[in-house]
């Protein structure tokens, strides 16, 4: 399927569980020493082609949307998931894939990362938070394009623009 071998499928690990987003619309939790599934999670909306069985042959269309493909990102527990096919974020238990939240995306290209109880992500014009908690938001943050993902040096998050500036967010 020549659209999911250009994507990535970037794993995470924490607390002695492997996390592997499977780019078919399933979080999968590995226990590396045992080699046991310990849960999967499917995070593909239900009118999604990605839920559709896969068999030999099968091609599966790239995204409508222009989503980037983000690991899994695990704090305090929870582990924070987007995924290229679908308009959602998700957060779940770590060690049991036990939903705790998801809200639409409205607009977010990427997850920039989970700092401090806060799930931070960029849209073409801002940055929002939503809290970790339960996913409710906080506070946004306007800016100009986005040109790449930026980098978090002690608690601030310093986001290149198309325009040559970098936006600050603490």
């Known amino acids: 399927d020549i659209y999911r071998q250009s994507q990535a499928s970037f794993l995470a690990y924490e607390g002695g569980i492997l996390l592997c987003p499977t780019n078919l619309a399933r979080l999968v939790a590995i226990d590396p020493l045992t080699r046991c599934v310990l849960w999967h999670y499917p995070y593909a909306e239900s009118n999604s082609q990605s839920m559709q069985q896969f068999a030999p042959m099968q091609f599966i269309q790239p995204p409508t949307g222009s989503f980037a493909v983000d690991p899994p990102a695990v704090a305090e527990g929870r582990v924070v998931l987007t995924s290229s096919q679908g308009n959602v974020i998700h957060c779940l238990d770590l060690q049991t894939g036990r939903p705790y939240w998801r809200t639409d995306r409205d607009g977010a290209k990427y997850l920039a990362g989970v700092f401090s109880g806060h799930v931070i992500v960029v849209a073409a014009d ?5 809290r970790l908690q339960d996913g409710a938001r906080e506070w ?5 394009l986005p040109s790449g993902r930026g980098i978090s040096v002690g608690g601030t998050l310093y986001l290149p623009q198309a325009n040559g500036g970098i936006q600050v967010v603490e």
Request: proline share 0%; glycine share 10%; no cysteine.
């Open 140 to 144: 946004k943050q306007k800016g100009s």
């Open 126 to 130: 801002h940055v929002r938070s939503h």
